[in-house]
């Protein structure tokens, strides 16, 4: 048996990173050769409100009343006594105005809002002399459901299905008028703005008005130079999305990824998603193929070929705070050849579970955390085999992935903090290790430049926002979507025996670059990086200069 170099194996890593996914990125988006693997994608970060609940109504009497010696709340199920006593104490015992019986139940009806009501009243009647304040509490409730907008035509069943969900809670809580709405924004090509008015005749009971926006059919593509030398470092994709093709909720999608020498490999990849149940769960099932060609420039041949399946449930839904459990299992089938020197024949099938936490204050901070444990599987055909180490198919690994952003000096400048880590006691399958190089961590070094069964890599940036700048014309509303910013970031692998020295390695690089917003949906990424820290096994490369441009679906 021949023993190849480290840099051949990488060869053969960076092609099954392609299939795997590459690591979380924070500047620079997806683009088509991202599968979406439940250990390697983003947790997201921020959400908007989803709607405005109605104000309380707050009705005082006109004359001077008291003075009184307790209080009656009439209605308010869902207020806590003891928190309303203290509310209520410093008006007891004196004689109280117009304006500080509206003081009053301002300050009570706030309860009910640090309660979690989406709808609420409290209403202050005419006061008897008796010495007793009494305030009538109405827990509002959705009492009629709207939908408008761009509704002709269209299955509406799940919007429906949701805002049933809503109709259904008494009262209607703010986390759940959130969850809903959230959830209804999450359902692909739909954008629902949600209202509530009050209705005449029922007491606390709000019309729930929907207005819905639709975009069946979508599309993306993308031109950069994040590959490699073996597979080219100038690659593109296009990619298309067709939305509720067989009914509300679900989404299919296509792609193509090529490198400018189209002899060197193909890529075709495509995924459809569905809605199970009406409470956000969801399924989604893909598949990704990968040829590899050899050519004049590379001596890399053979296929991968991808499938997975992924279920998914929000357990925690609002604007500020999101859970969000998967599992799912992932099947892949490669052979490929280095020729002459290195064959990496693999076959795993991994069992995934996991979990996001996201939170945010809607304003300066928003953080999430993913925490994945892996299962391999030594069912149906699974092997390992690569010339240079053995493994076994059976492995287990924890993967986290952590994102934190936040606003300094009012917004003028934006901090994101990134960090990802893997842990396992065993030698991995080439499509599991962990990898530092590319857009997210050791971004001066092409994708995968060193791998480990575990690793740990971090990076931290500093984004100023071009938003400042004044209105004036086309171009520099273009430089106000935009943004400049500076980072550092650092990995380190560990590869378990058997392996060739060195076992361990690591990479750190720095550097600059640009965000630009040129339309909706369409960016373009201009980066500068330098290496800091060089890998043992990988020679410097100088400046690495990035040119990505992508319009995302």
Do not use: C
């Not at 009910?112 to 010495?131: C, K, N, T, W």
């Not at 209202?195 to 993306?220: F, H, K, Q």
């Not at 890399?300 to 929000?314: K, M």
């Not at 924890?398 to 065993?426: H, I, S």
Request: net charge neutral; hydrophobic share 45%.
């Amino acid at each position: 048996m021949i023993v190849p170099s480290l840099r051949h194996a990488a060869t053969l890593i960076a092609a099954a990173i392609l299939l795997a996914a590459a690591p979380v990125r924070a500047q620079l988006g997806p683009r088509v050769f991202d599968t979406n693997r439940l250990d390697t994608r983003a947790p997201r970060l921020g959400e908007r409100a989803p709607a405005t609940p109605i104000a309380p109504a707050v009705v005082a009497e006109d004359r001077e009343a008291g003075p009184f010696t307790r209080v009656e709340i009439s209605g308010g199920g869902s207020l806590d006594a003891l928190r309303v006593q203290g509310v209520v104490r410093p008006y007891l015992g004196r004689r109280l105005g117009r304006e500080e019986l509206q003081r009053l139940a301002t300050e009570v009806g706030g309860q009910y809002e640090e309660g979690g009501l989406a709808i609420f009243a409290l209403l202050v009647p005419r006061q008897g002399d008796d010495g007793v304040l009494r305030l009538q509490a109405v827990e509002g409730t959705v009492g009629d459901i709207v939908i408008q907008g761009d509704t002709e035509g269209a299955d509406l069943s799940l919007i429906q299905a949701y805002a049933q969900r809503m109709a259904a809670e008494r009262p209607l809580r703010r986390v759940t008028l959130e969850r809903y709405l959230l959830l209804m924004n999450d359902i692909p090509g739909r954008r629902v703005i949600g209202r509530l008015d009050p209705m005449g005749g029922a007491a606390g009971a709000a019309r729930l008005v929907l207005t819905v926006e639709r975009i069946n059919i979508v599309y993306g593509f993308g031109i950069d130079n994040l590959g490699n030398r073996s597979l080219g470092n100038v690659q593109g994709f296009v990619s298309l999305g067709l939305n509720a093709l067989f009914g509300e909720g679900d989404s299919t999608r296509i792609g193509y990824g090529f490198p400018t020498d189209f002899r060197r490999f193909t890529f075709f990849t495509a995924s459809h998603r569905a809605p199970i149940g009406t409470d956000g769960a969801s399924v989604t099932v893909s598949a990704n193929h990968l040829q590899t060609h050899e050519t004049r420039r590379s001596s890399l041949e053979g296929e991968a070929l991808t499938a997975s399946v992924l279920f998914s449930y929000p357990v925690i839904r609002t604007a500020d705070e999101n859970l969000t459990v998967s599992a799912g299992l992932d099947v892949l089938e490669t052979d490929q050849l280095l020729t002459g020197l290195i064959a990496a024949k693999e076959a795993t099938r991994v069992l995934r579970a996991g979990a996001t936490y996201s939170l945010s204050d809607g304003a300066t901070r928003a953080g999430a955390v993913s925490l994945v444990v892996s299962q391999g599987l030594d069912i149906a055909g699974a092997r390992q085999r690569l010339e240079f180490f053995y493994g076994d198919p059976s492995f287990t690994k924890a993967t986290a992935v952590f994102a934190f952003n936040q606003a300094l000096f009012d917004g003028t400048l934006v901090l994101r903090v990134r960090a990802a880590g893997q842990l396992t006691g065993e030698r991995l399958p080439s499509s599991e290790l962990f990898t530092v190089g590319g857009v997210q961590f050791g971004r001066a070094f092409s994708a995968g430049s060193i791998a480990g069964d575990t690793g740990y890599a971090g990076s931290l940036a500093l984004a100023l926002p071009l938003s400042f700048l004044p209105e004036a014309g086309s171009v520099v509303e273009v430089l106000r979507r935009s943004e400049i910013y500076g980072f550092v970031d650092y990995g380190r692998t560990l590869a378990h025996r058997p392996v060739p020295a060195p076992r361990g390695d690591r990479a750190a690089s720095a550097g600059f670059g640009t965000n630009i917003t040129v339309a909706r949906n369409l960016f373009l990424t201009l980066e500068a990086a330098r290496a800091i820290v060089e890998p043992r096994t990988v020679p410097g490369e100088g400046w690495r200069f990035v040119v990505a441009f992508r319009r995302e679906i």
